[in-house]
């Protein structure tokens, strides 16, 4: 069997022109611009990337954009003094602190300090227990993008055995609490997993988050499954560097019903799910319907 590929890259694109589209219909209705505020504290290479690329992004939705850029060794009380003006700014409806952060900072209770209903991550301690009891909450970026693919792929996913490797609280924890809530059975795995291959291949959807440079190979897919590789990771091999998954492709693909790439899988949808959750945001905030299909 080969698989067929889940286009990420496609579904981000797909999701941007609804967001697009939404943003507009606020911007001659009711005349509202939703803001998205980026901090961004340090200078890692990888989160100055990320942080330009959402940043680009928003503006080409049509929302605001705002850029915050601290210094490495800012004290905490500077930053949580920064996120309590962004909670009380109007023209603000989604803050995102970008992780990790300095060792001096405490990112909990940085991340507690955001206004929940401006939380376009899903990490305040509110929207987590939200999440958790089924109420409606700001869900996780990358959890909510591998959600909208699984569902857009196989429909009802009611019944089916969901093997989640990971348990980070940014993708396993909360990807494990959207697949309960669409009445999967779910096993969360980690590295402490006794027979791994053996869980992953009871899995109808594999989801895998572990970090791990191709870890998960073919022989821990069941035949016809559907693969969601979260992974991202930077590799140096033949003399040059590549990105590759948690999944090891190849092999995978050789036994998956269907896979998400790395690239133009998973990555993708992160960004356009974060726009998706800041106008979701700004629309809760000001008392508008929320437009459909954009969040769980
Ligand atoms: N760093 C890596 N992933 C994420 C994410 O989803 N949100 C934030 N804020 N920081 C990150």
């Known amino acids: 069997m080969t698989a067929s590929i889940i286009d990420g890259k496609a579904f981000a ?3 941007r022109a609804q967001v697009t589209e939404q943003v507009a219909r606020l911007a001659s209705g009711p005349g509202l611009i939703p803001g998205l505020a980026v901090v961004l504290v340090g200078e890692d290479p990888a989160s100055e990337v990320y942080v330009r690329s959402k940043g680009r992004q928003t503006v080409e939705v049509g929302m605001r954009s705002f850029e915050h850029k601290l210094a490495a060794e800012v004290p905490e009380a500077e930053l949580l003094a920064l996120i309590d003006r962004l909670n009380a700014d109007d023209a603000v409806h989604g803050i995102l602190v970008q992780l990790p952060l300095p060792k001096h900072i405490n990112a909990e209770k940085v991340i507690n300090r955001i206004d929940p209903g401006k939380d376009v991550d899903g990490f305040h301690i509110l ?29 009802d996913l009611s019944g089916l055995e969901a093997v989640v490797v990971g348990r980070s609280n940014i993708v396993g ?11 999967c059975t779910v096993t969360i795995a980690h590295s402490r997993t006794r027979d791994l291959p053996a869980v992953c291949r009871r899995a109808d959807i594999l989801i895998a988050a572990v970090g791990r440079p191709e870890m998960i190979t073919g022989d821990f897919v069941k035949p016809g499954a559907t693969v969601i590789d979260v992974g991202i990771n930077r590799i140096t091999r033949d003399g040059g560097t590549r990105l590759v998954g948690d999944v090891e492709f190849a092999s995978a ?4 019903g269907a896979i998400t790439p790395v690239p133009g899988g998973v990555g993708p949808m992160t960004i356009a799910c974060l726009l998706a ?12 319907p929320e437009p459909e299909g954009l969040t769980a």
């Open 13 to 15: 694109a797909r999701l």
């Open 253 to 256: 693909a050789g036994v998956a």
């Open 277 to 288: 959750n800041t106008l979701t945001a700004a629309c809760r905030g000001n008392g508008l």
């Open 173 to 183: 924890k909360p990807m494990a609490q959207l697949l309960l809530g669409e009445s």
């Open 127 to 155: 929207n987590v227990g939200l999440l958790g009891t089924g109420q409606k909450a700001m869900v996780p970026c990358t959890p909510l993008g591998c959600l909208m693919m699984l569902r857009d792929h196989l429909g």
